[in-house]
Every structure is written in C-alpha cells, then in structure tokens.
C-alpha cells in the first residue's frame, strides 16, 4: 500500500484488516491516511474497511468514510468518492458529448469502476460504448461492490474488454465518435505512460477518431501548486497533434485539488456556449446531471491566470 495506511491519533489498539490495511482504534475511531505530495498528507475518518482485493497490476479497497461515503481506492490511492465522483465524472465525459452533433459510439481507455460508461449511456444518441480497461479484478470488484454502476454494467450498449487500451485502440478496425482517456496519470515508467505521449495521440487516438470526432483525457491535478507537470504537458502534447485543444478545470473535494482535463478536435464545434449546451442537454440526456449545465460548462472553462500561462 505504500504510504497510504489507516492512523488515529489517540494512543491506539491495534486491529488487522485483511488486505494490508493496518489500522488503529480507539472508541471505533478509523482514519484514513494518504501521501498527496513530500511533506503533504490527507487524512479523512474511515467508518470500517468494506472490500479489499488484489490484482497482479494493483491493491484494491472500498472504504466507507464519514466525509465522502463509499471510496474506491487503488494502491492505496484515492480514484472516486461516492459523494463527489459525480462532479470528475460528469467533466470527462460531458462537454465532449455535448460538443459533438450526433455522438453514437465511443471508447473509453480505462474507466474500470464503470462511471464513465454509466455518463456516456446517459445519452439518448449512444449505440455502443467500448471500455476497455487492463484490469480485470478492477472490473469485476466495482461491478460487484459498486451498486450505483450495476445498471450499466447490464446495458447491451457497453462492451467490456480487458487488454492493454492502447493495444485495442491500435488493432480496432473501428472509428469512434469519441474516444475518452480514463486512465491513471502518466508516471516515468508507469503502465498508462505511453498513453500520453505524441505518438500514442498523432497515431493511434487521431486515427481512430471519425470525421469531427472529439478526443478527451483526465489531465491531472491542475491546482495552483500541483499543476506544473501534469496538466500543462497533456495540453501542449495535444496542441502538437490537434487544431482544436481545450483544457478546463474544476475542484473535486476528495481529491483535496482542482482537477483537469483536456479536450481536443480538428472541428471548432467544440466551442458551445451555455444556452446551447443547457438545450442539447434537454433534448439528448436521459437522466438528470447532478454538476453538469451550461452555466457550469462556461464557468470550467475559465482558468486563473497561472493555469492560462502554463
């Protein structure tokens, strides 16, 4: 689990919970331990350990926490928050959906607890969806334990395939609407680096998109002392392989950061303005956006004067 463990303050008792996770109570007091950054940790109560699990690329947990609810976490790393995944979410995959005309079929890179699949089939237009994610433990644990994803999970629309996203990507004869990266942050000499680089985008992604097709990535944290490596290298990498390159930002709370994302075509529809994304969202989505309005579109696209220099 690396640096991320369970602490109390209190002078402790301590309890083993399967899974690695070591914890200490005293009057049922559980907290939850995560190294953010050198010198900087976030610590939030934990009411008791629900799953752990493991996969030969990862550790996996569910944790029920007093803040956020339900929290899935992968190697000890926070990845979505029952309270807010809604607001990470709805950001990936909404602006690019509602910027195109007639999205119907799209393929997601990751995206293995299923909530960036359950957005996307909030779309009246969607014929087929495509996840394609390398873990298959990391599946079938949120399929199991996340119920809030069941329902898509089931759809005849998703197609769940387990393979390295960039190997599928490459061999699919198919072109998509719009292909949406859902993937963990490019690290030196991580498993998900090679989905960011140039050649990956000029290559593989731009290839694979049809004719105004939209391509969009989660770019990392993008707060005011995090967002000098990740955010700004996707976005000037996209700048190099499409005409057409957005980044946008918002705070999530569980990720205790402003978090971003970049979206990026070789058609200027993706420009909307509110009134047109609050109609294309009353004529085209199922299901009511907890986050996501036209009002709110135009807002995460405003960036403070640090992330408009980067």
């Known amino acids: 689990m690396g640096e991320a463990h369970v602490i109390c303050e209190d002078p402790p008792k301590e309890e083993n919970y399967d899974?690695?996770?070591n914890s200490r109570s005293r009057k049922n007091s559980l907290w939850y331990e995560e190294e953010i950054d050198e010198g900087l940790k976030w610590t939030y109560s934990v009411s008791r350990v629900l799953h752990t699990g493991a996969s030969q690329f990862?550790?996996?947990?569910l944790l029920e926490t007093q803040p956020f609810g339900k929290v899935l976490l992968l190697d000890g790393k926070m990845q979505s928050a029952e309270a807010d995944e809604f607001v990470y979410h709805e950001a990936l995959v909404h602006p690019a959906l509602l910027s195109h005309p007639n999205p119907q079929t799209v393929f997601i890179m990751g995206g293995g607890e299923g909530s960036t699949a359950r957005e996307v089939l909030k779309h009246k237009t969607i014929a087929k969806v495509v996840m394609c994610d390398i873990d298959k433990e990391v599946v079938d644990f949120c399929q199991m334990h996340l119920?809030?994803?069941?329902d898509t999970f089931q759809s005849k629309k998703l197609?769940?395939?387990i393979r390295d996203a960039r190997l599928e990507l490459e061999d699919c004869v198919e072109k998509f609407d719009i292909v949406i990266g859902d993937l963990a942050d490019p690290m030196e000499g991580g498993p998900c680096n090679q989905l960011y680089t140039k050649a990956f985008y000029q290559n593989i992604v731009k290839s694979k998109l049809k004719n105004g097709g939209i391509f969009v990535t989660q770019a990392?944290?993008?707060g005011i002392l995090s967002n000098l490596d990740v955010f700004p290298s996707i976005y000037h990498t996209l700048k190099q392989v499409f005409r057409y390159v957005i980044p946008y930002t918002t705070h999530i709370p569980s990720y205790s950061d402003v978090w971003g994302?970049?979206?990026a075509s070789n058609t200027d529809y993706i420009y909307q303005n509110a009134s047109d994304i609050d109609s294309i969202i009353k004529s085209r989505i199922n299901a009511s956006l907890k986050f996501m309005d036209g009002e709110t579109y135009s807002g995460i696209l405003k960036l403070n004067k640090q992330q408009r220099q980067m």
């Open 220 to 222: 990392g944290p993008a």
């Open 159 to 161: 197609d769940v395939i």
């Open 147 to 150: 119920s809030v994803n069941r």
């Open 19 to 21: 899974g690695g996770y």
């Open 58 to 61: 990862q550790d996996i947990a």
């Open 261 to 263: 994302w970049v979206m």
